[in-house]
């Protein structure tokens, strides 16, 4: 049989459930959870071979309307996916009021095979489910329409399914050993991103960025160096609470959660600096990689 390739985007809203998703689909944390809406920030791709397919999935950015500069990177990677893609799958959740008009908008002139998957169908009851379906199927006429749970692994089976019978005939795009096309420090920012996420309220995690300024592979241990970005001093002041304490945290559990991915000690130091309106300034934005 031919050998087949493609990239499959994964898109919705805000919180819908994408990377937890894409993590069920590629069985790796590739991409960051939290609670939060607006948690991922790029695209990441995350690949799975098998010696007759490759397929290339990519986590995307929640869809709102832009308010920064940062949105609108972030929305233009939504783009991108959308352009590249062999196949659609778009994430909802299942408490969603039909509001998703951004999100279709979005896949207004997009040619490729869709799939509508409604997620997070542990938390309802058949009625609703059947109803969501319906509606689905009826808004878009999509390839399929499937109930699932990403977080209890509830019938991402029958995704993965679906994506491998839906691949176009093609090459491989990457080495057949690649598990994503990022590196080890965008994982490590990534990781401590996703702490502070978790620690902190408000706008906090939404106005921080963090850059890894060194990262010394050693036989027994990585030495990592990182910086949290946030844009007022206020801000900084609440990273690192009191006596340094809610800093202390975020380090704790990052560099657990790095010692646990990269399988090997870890040595982390952060500093915290603030880059006034980083948020809206197109300069900083690119030299954080976002294009
Ligand atoms: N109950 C339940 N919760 C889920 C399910 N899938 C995801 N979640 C939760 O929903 C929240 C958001 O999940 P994410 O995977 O970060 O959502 P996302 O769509 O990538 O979010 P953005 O980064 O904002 O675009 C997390 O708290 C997840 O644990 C599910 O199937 N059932």
Known sequence: ??????????????NAGKS??????????????????????????????????QIVFSDTPGIIKPHYALHESMM???DGSIVDADLILLVTDI???????????????????????????????EETVKAKIEYWQEKLNPK?????????DYNVLAVMNFVIEHL???????????????????????????????QYK????????VIITAFVEGEKLHRISAEIIVERDSQKNIIIGKNGEMLKIVGTYA??????????????????????????????LKQFGYE
């Open 144 to 152: 399929a329409v499937f109930a699932i749970s990403a977080l209890k």
């Open 168 to 198: 176009p005939e093609h090459p491989a795009y990457y080495e057949k050993d690649a598990l994503t096309d990022r590196n080890d420090r965008f994982f490590a920012s990534e990781m401590i991103r996703a702490q502070v996420f978790k």
């Open 255 to 284: 560099r657990r959660d790095m010692e646990e991915f990269f399988q090997k000690k870890v040595f982390l130091e952060m500093f915290v600096k603030v880059i006034p309106d980083w948020r809206s300034k197109k300069n900083y």
């Open 202 to 209: 408000k706008e906090i995690p939404y106005s921080t960025e």
């Open 20 to 53: 937890t998703l894409m993590n069920a689909l590629v069985g790796e944390k590739m991409s960051i959870i939290t609670p939060k809406a607006q948690t991922t920030r790029h695209r990441i791709l995350g690949i799975v071979n098998d010696e007759d397919y």
């Open 76 to 78: 233009h990677q939504v």
């Open 1 to 14: 049989m031919a050998h087949r390739a493609g990239f499959v985007s994964i898109i919705g809203k805000p």
């Open 95 to 125: 408490y969603e009021e039909y509001d998703e008009g951004d999100v279709l908008k979005k896949l207004e002139g997009s040619q490729a095979p869709l799939a509508v998957l409604v997620n997070k169908v542990d938390q309802s009851d």
